[in-house]
C-alpha cells in the first residue's frame, strides 16, 4: 500500500457554532470550507442510519481538521474530558509562546482549563497544561524555548 498523505482528524461536535468559534476564534484555525452530506452511501460509510452530517473543515500549521455535527442520528457519549489511557485519539497538542497569556485568553472566555494538569519542567524550561473543546476534547498547551 502506497500511502499519498494525512487529509483531517474529524472531531464529533454538539453545537458547530460554538466549536467553530473556539478553533477558529481562539486556537487560530482557518475556516477552510463547509459541506452538508446524507444519503445511503453516507450511511455506509459512517456505519450509522439516516445521517444528516454537516461538515467544516478547518487548517492550521498543516493540520486540517474536521468539525462533525450530526443532525442525525445526532451524537453519542459524555462531553467531560476522556481518561488519557483511554483507546483512541486522546488529544491535540499546540505549541505556544506565552502559556499564562494564553490561559488568561481561554478562561476569560470561558474555556475548560484543566488546572490540576498544569506541569513545569525547569530542566527544560518548558510548561504544559490541557484545556478542553466545548465538547470535552483535550487540547494540550505546551510552551517550550525548544520550538
Known sequence: MTLQRVTHVGICV???ARSL???RDLLGFRELTSLDVSGTH???LLGLSGVKLHATY????GLRI???HYE???HAGPSEPRAMNQLGLTHLSIRVEDLAGELETLR???VCVLDATRIGVAAVRSHAVF???PDGTRIELVESPDA
Open 42 to 44: 453516507v450511511d455506509r
Open 21 to 23: 468559534r473556539f478553533y
Open 66 to 68: 474536521e468539525l462533525l
Open 72 to 74: 442525525t442520528p445526532g
Open 131 to 133: 484545556v478542553t473543546d
Open 108 to 110: 476569560a472566555a470561558g
Open 14 to 16: 454538539s453545537d458547530p
Open 58 to 61: 478547518l487548517e492550521r500549521d
